[in-house]
């Protein structure tokens, strides 16, 4: 009976849960079991519905050579190695969904603004012995899009 929007909203039985403190305690017991999310207590797993993503990033800052994404919970990763950032392209309009991992096989959406500061900051580059446009963040090249041109 509980449901995470594509935007980042949680609903009990189709209500919007307006209480930001009680989400982020959800939050905190989100877990992804195979392929479907689950809220873990000591005593129970209860299932939820997750429509995309279980989290959004709504922003992001540049830290040196890092990039820091927050999400609409409050949450913090920095794109690298250890939270990667993936593009996905609709096969029938090709809009593409950029994520970000975010801890233990939970992705955030990266929401539209923060994806389009992101390609003003993009660059061309090499990616599996072809060209790509994208992001680097802790050294790591993230391919957003084919490119002819490299850099």
Do not use: C, M, Q
């Not at 429509?51 to 409050?74: H, M, S």
């Amino acid at each position: 009976d509980i449901r995470i929007a594509r935007d980042g909203t949680w609903f009990y039985l189709g209500t919007p849960i307006g209480r930001p403190e009680l989400v982020r305690l959800f939050s905190t017991i989100l877990r992804k079991d195979g392929d479907r999310y689950v809220l873990v207590t000591p005593v129970e797993k209860v299932g939820i519905t997750v429509d995309d993503a279980p989290f959004v990033a709504v922003d992001f800052e540049r830290e040196g050579d890092a990039l820091r994404f927050v999400t609409n919970l409050g949450d913090e990763a920095i794109a690298g190695p250890d939270h990667p950032i993936r593009v996905e392209r609709d096969p029938e309009t090709g809009e593409p969904s950029p994520y970000i991992l975010i801890r233990d096989r939970l992705e955030a959406l990266i929401d539209r603004k923060s994806f389009y500061r992101l390609v003003d900051i993009g660059e061309h580059g090499d990616h599996g012995g072809e060209g790509w446009f994208g992001i680097r963040s802790e050294g790591v090249f993230f391919p957003i899009i084919p490119s002819a041109e490299l850099s």
